[in-house]
T-cell receptor
């Protein structure tokens, strides 16, 4: 699975959009991009995933660049409850359960 | 729905003791997983199951055993506890594998082996 690079920490004002970048320059054609988050040592929570098209669900939007070498997770209106460690994961679908969590980005949402 | 339920939440073991970490899900998911997370680190897959009666090793299976006799339950057994097994253990489930694999995690079991 491709390696990902994320900034170690970011701040965001409450109510503003949080844009979390992820670099995955060695991604291969069959690898998907997944985002999970972990709030204060709870179990990780699935957010969103995609292959090459932009994706949106009730939690967030995922923007993947055309060359697929990077992506951005967007939380449109961050709240204090969005404070968490966000993990960008790239994996081949056939690797069942294999989520290689890097260090992630610690997002601090401030009032 | 309760989702994924893990018991116990905390446990202290002595070296050489055995225990079973319980995991149950009520979402009728076929896939279930066990992970461990060491302090400041990411999750590592211990074992997983794609259905009742089927289990397979993950990245770090040594020292652990699992069984999957029902769709709902996926217990993790530690036979001879060692200090290296001090960690937080997470159980997870998903409806399917492949590209749409979306894991739902339990709240974890914090295990200390002294």
């Amino acid at each position: 699975d491709a390696k990902t690079t994320q900034p170690p920490s970011m701040d965001c004002a409450e109510g503003r959009a949080a844009n979390l970048p992820c670099n995955h320059s060695t991604i291969s054609g069959n690898e998907y991009v997944y985002w999970y988050r972990q709030i204060h040592s709870q179990g990780p929570q699935y957010i969103i995933h995609g292959l090459k098209n932009n994706e949106t669900n009730e939690m967030a939007s995922l923007i993947i660049t055309e060359d697929r070498k990077s992506s951005t997770l967007i939380l449109p209106h961050a709240t204090l409850r969005d404070t968490a460690v966000y993990y960008c994961i790239v994996r081949v679908p056939s690797n069942t359960g294999k989520l290689i969590f890097g260090q992630g980005t610690t997002l601090q949402v401030k009032p | 729905n309760a989702g994924v339920t893990q018991t116990p939440k905390f446990r202290i073991l002595k070296i050489g003791q055995s225990m079973t970490l319980q995991c149950a899900q009520d979402m009728n998911h076929n896939y279930m997983y066990w992970y461990r997370q060491d302090p400041g680190m990411g999750l590592k897959l211990i074992y997983y199951s794609v259905g009742a009666g089927i289990t397979d090793k993950g990245e770090v299976p040594n020292g652990y055993n699992v069984s999957r006799s029902t769709t709902e339950d996926f217990p993790l057994r530690l036979e001879l506890a060692a200090p290296s097994q001090t960690s937080v253990y997470f159980c997870a489930s998903s409806q399917t594998g492949g590209r749409n694999e979306k894991l739902f995690f339990g709240s974890g079991t914090q295990l200390s082996v002294l």
